[in-house]
């Protein structure tokens, strides 16, 4: 009578031991077949500019200077803060390409960056993530969302949460060398 409770316990508890087991194989298996971790190098993916003409692709992005593509929404307090963080410490990024992009609509986008005085700044690019890319890519699900490319075009992180610039300052600082 009293083996019964005691083989009860023990197989309850290696019952919980192999379902976390289970559970933390699965987040891996998860996180190593996100697109921009199995495939590390630069993807090719079509922006619309400002001129709500012209399309650049990222395949045109030359090796030699960080890139760092941030996708923001124009009603965001916080793509705002950011956009005003980045302003102030543009000379931190003067080797970087800047790609800030939305989904959302062209002259929402092109609002935005004429009241935060992005266009004056020859490492900003503004512009239109109209495929979605980002979000399918990256599943980027927060605004801002940062990805960063090393010169070599190749994935280094992303920033989900940037609590102050000298976070991607230090990122860009490393690859810079």
């Given at each position: 009578?009293?083996?019964?409770?005691?083989i009860l316990l023990w197989s309850l508890l290696l019952l919980v031991?192999?379902?976390?087991?289970?559970?933390?194989?699965?987040?891996?298996?998860?996180?190593?077949?996100?697109?921009?971790?199995?495939?590390?190098?630069?993807?090719?993916?079509?922006?619309?500019?400002?001129?709500?003409?012209?399309?650049?692709?990222?395949?045109?992005?030359?090796?030699?200077?960080?890139?760092?593509?941030?996708?923001?929404?124009?009603?965001?307090?916080?793509?705002?803060?950011?956009?005003?963080?980045?302003?102030?410490?543009?000379?931190?990024?003067?080797?970087?390409?800047?790609?800030?992009?939305?989904?959302?609509?062209?002259?929402?986008?092109?609002?935005?960056?004429?009241?935060?005085?992005?266009?004056?700044?020859?490492?900003?690019?503004?512009?239109?993530?109209?495929?979605?890319?980002?979000?399918?890519?990256?599943?980027?699900?927060?605004?801002?969302?940062?990805?960063?490319?090393?010169?070599?075009?190749?994935?280094?992180?992303?920033?989900?949460?940037?609590?102050?610039?000298?976070?991607?300052?230090?990122?860009?600082?490393?690859?810079?060398?």
């Amino acid at each position: 009578m009293y083996m019964k409770p005691k083989i009860l316990l023990w197989s309850l508890l290696l019952l919980v031991l192999a379902n976390n087991s289970f559970a933390q194989s699965q987040k891996d298996t998860a996180a190593s077949e996100l697109p921009y971790l199995k495939y590390k190098s630069l993807p090719a993916f079509p922006i619309r500019m400002l001129d709500s003409h012209s399309i650049f692709n990222t395949f045109n992005i030359s090796k030699g200077e960080a890139t760092v593509f941030i996708m923001f929404s124009p009603d965001c307090d916080h793509c705002e803060q950011l956009s005003k963080m980045i302003t102030d410490s543009i000379t931190a990024f003067d080797k970087v390409n800047l790609y800030l992009l939305s989904p959302m609509p062209l002259y929402q986008i092109k609002l935005f960056a004429l009241k935060n005085g992005l266009t004056k700044y020859r490492q900003i690019m503004v512009g239109q993530d109209f495929s979605y890319f980002m979000i399918s890519f990256f599943k980027a699900s927060t605004v801002p969302f940062i990805v960063v490319y090393d010169k070599e075009k190749q994935y280094i992180t992303t920033i989900k949460r940037l609590r102050k610039i000298s976070e991607l300052i230090e990122v860009v600082k490393n690859i810079r060398g």
